[in-house]
């Protein structure tokens, strides 16, 4: 599934285990974006991919949203099991429309693409943008999310929010709904060595 932040972005090549930020100028690390150089013939090529992801920025913290601003879409789902091709086509739309109006949040890693399944069959999209995003179907969340990172295998994710269910119950907490962000591509994350998945969980 090449999700999140790297839609029409590029790969990540393998890194010098003995320098792993060979290549990375001190300004990107210190804004924590990964980047890759490819040489191609005498041309070099910068390219940016995921935000590096910290974990203890959404581990655990609850996020009071007020008519936070989204663009919406959705794609068919089989048992939750979405078509990777059309959920990729659909997610560089809707990339390139907040681009092209220039509404999506200077910092990458500030950027969230939420996904959530209403039922089997159908998967929602929304990506987070500064504001109004012309003819795109523009949506806003508000109320109180709680983040809880984690890393698990996709298929796990039921299981995964039966347990966070379960939790809450015994809290005496009432969840409304759940979304989840996934904080690498898969290229990304196999360089990185972790599957970053946030859920946020939506409080009554």
Same mark, same amino acid.
């Given at each position: 599934?090449?999700?999140? %932040? ?13 320098? *792993?930020?060979?290549?990375? =100028? ?33 581990? /655990? ?20 099991? *979405? ?41 929602? %999209?929304?990506? =987070? ?10 949506? =806003?969340?508000? /109320?109180?999310?709680? /983040? ?22 015994? =809290? ?13 591509? *898969? ?5 990185? /060595? ?11």
């Amino acid at each position: 599934m090449e999700y999140a %932040l790297r839609v029409k972005l590029p790969f990540i090549q393998k890194k010098d285990p003995k320098n *792993p930020y060979k290549g990375i =100028s001190e300004k990107t690390k210190e804004n924590g974006i990964m980047e890759t150089i490819i040489d191609q013939d005498t041309t070099q090529l910068t390219k940016e991919c995921c935000p590096l992801f910290h974990p203890e920025k959404w581990d /655990g913290k609850t996020h009071h949203w007020n008519n936070k601003k989204f663009i919406k879409a959705s794609v068919p789902t089989l048992f939750h099991i *979405p078509f990777t091709p059309m959920l990729d086509k659909k997610i560089t739309q809707m990339m390139k429309m907040a681009e092209d109006a220039h509404r999506l949040h200077p910092e990458k890693k500030e950027i969230l693409l939420l996904f959530t399944d209403p039922n089997p069959f159908r998967t929602e %999209l929304y990506l =987070s943008v500064t504001d109004v995003v012309p003819d795109a179907q523009n949506t =806003s969340l508000t /109320g109180t999310f709680m /983040g809880k990172v984690f890393e698990v295998d996709y298929k796990e994710l039921p299981k995964f929010i039966k347990q966070m269910d379960n939790k809450f119950v015994e =809290s005496g907490i009432k969840v409304n709904d759940y979304y989840v962000h996934y904080a690498y591509c *898969p290229k990304c994350a196999k360089e990185a /060595g972790h599957n970053y998945m946030v859920l946020f969980a939506k409080l009554n």
